[in-house]
């Protein structure tokens, strides 16, 4: 079994949310295809308490609602070790594939935003 392989195991659908940290502002325009950075991605379910680990500057809050993925099982031990995730149930973390889900960019937040906030939101759509 491979982190691929438990991301091809659809088995939830619902609201997710990712964020990123990096070193240059992402060109993002509203009905652009969201561009999956690995073939795989690790995003939150609702309850995440996922948080960004380096000390890039600009930081993205990407949302979808509707997304499909795989809800890792921290209760089964295999798949944990795969994915090198025991003790960490706070991330409630979903696998998604880019093969399996597509996202279309709703919304992108104003750089006078990123002035307040200290952070891009972008709002995804499930692309039809």
């Not at 706070?90 to 093969?99: A, G, M, Q, T």
């Amino acid at each position: 079994m491979s982190k691929l392989e438990i991301a091809q195991e659809i088995n939830f659908e619902g609201r997710v949310s990712r964020s990123i940290k990096i070193y240059e502002k992402l060109n993002l325009e509203v009905g652009q295809e969201y561009k999956f950075f690995h073939e795989v991605e690790s995003w939150g379910d609702q309850y995440s308490e996922f948080r960004v680990e380096n000390y890039n500057e600009i930081e993205y809050f990407f949302t979808c609602k509707n997304a499909k993925g795989h809800k890792v099982d921290y209760d089964n031990e295999e798949e944990c070790k795969v994915l090198d995730c025991e003790g960490m149930e706070n991330e409630s973390e979903v696998l998604i594939h880019k093969d399996f889900q597509k996202f279309v960019i709703k919304y992108v937040s104003s750089d006078e935003d990123f002035k307040e906030m200290g952070y891009y939101e972008v709002e995804l759509d499930v692309a039809k």
